[in-house]
């Protein structure tokens, strides 16, 4: 029987014994490709995207200016009709999505920062990752809406408190896919030989295991920004959120489950940007998953 024996790769000219070589990522170009959901959604969001950024120049009236028809039907003048204050309910449903994209673009980044880092310091030491993991415990024991309630009774309701909600939602999910990783990278290779060469705890955390947990984090980030509108929504609708008259799309769908007989345009608006937001998102994290997470 004849043995083969299996060449290894030669360390570079110049590099440390040992030093090891993190799994190469590939590149975006080649190994990964965007499917079609992700295709689809990055062209739904983007469209409501730039719905809200171009609401000045797109809204045919101001949001909050007053009008003598109340509840007035749909027209050339109101593609979706009035409030109940004489409101166009077009402009009103453009300046809504502004809010709801300015409070996921600034919420989620922050619960994403606050809990990758926590999740990375689970690795430092076992009494540490032990007093983060029961953090993110009790953190995840509070549904949204609950965890909403008290931000808003500490901050008081309005914006401040869905976006602290939001962040605070996102930190335990995010630091515990972050621990998650970091526990099965920690072992590898790759991570002996840097500990070999003298690589300190947070430059070996950051700079070699962290790149290789950015996966999940990706598909994560795109699920809480669906989560997102949906915290927003949920609070705005009990009255915790978003405060009159400035309007967000859950403030809009709140007020007008009064006025449905009278104007059943006054929930379309805000309900088909609602879906068009969750389900763009969505189909965002259903092909990023596909493409980065079942490689």
Not at 148 to 165: E, K, L, M, N, S
Request: charge should be positive.
């Amino acid at each position: 029987m004849t043995t083969t024996h299996h060449a290894t790769e030669p360390a570079p000219a110049g590099a440390p014994v040992g030093s090891g070589r993190r799994p190469r990522r590939s590149r975006p170009g080649s190994a990964r490709r965007w499917g079609a959901s992700t295709v689809a959604g990055l062209a739904t969001v983007g469209v409501l995207f730039a719905l809200g950024l171009a609401a000045p120049l797109l809204a045919g009236h101001p949001p909050q200016a007053q009008g003598p028809d109340a509840l007035a039907p749909i027209s050339a003048d109101h593609p979706l009709g009035t409030d109940e204050f004489g409101r166009d309910l077009f402009s009103r449903v453009l300046y809504g999505i502004r809010v709801d994209v300015w409070i996921t673009l600034v919420a989620v980044p922050i619960g994403a920062l606050v809990g990758t880092a926590l999740g990375l310091a689970c690795g430092v030491h076992r009494f540490v990752d032990l007093v983060l993991q029961r953090i993110f415990d009790v953190t995840l024991a509070f549904t949204a809406l609950v965890l909403g309630v008290t931000v808003a009774a500490i901050v008081q309701p309005g914006t401040t408190a869905v976006i602290w909600t939001v962040a605070l939602v996102n930190v335990p999910l995010f630091g515990r896919i972050t621990r998650d990783a970091v526990m099965a990278q920690r072992d590898r290779d790759y991570v002996t030989a840097a500990k070999v060469t003298g690589v300190g705890p947070v430059r070996l955390l950051t700079r070699h295991i962290l790149p290789n947990c950015v996966d999940p984090l990706i598909v994560q980030a795109a699920l809480s920004l669906s989560t997102a509108v949906f915290i927003e929504g949920a609070m705005s609708f009990v009255g915790l959120g978003v405060r009159p008259p400035e309007p967000s799309l859950g403030s809009l769908l709140r007020t007008s489950i009064n006025f449905l007989d009278a104007n059943p345009a006054y929930a379309i608006g805000p309900m088909v940007a609602v879906t068009a937001l969750v389900v763009g998102f969505n189909l965002i994290a259903d092909g990023l998953n596909k493409g980065l997470l079942r490689r």
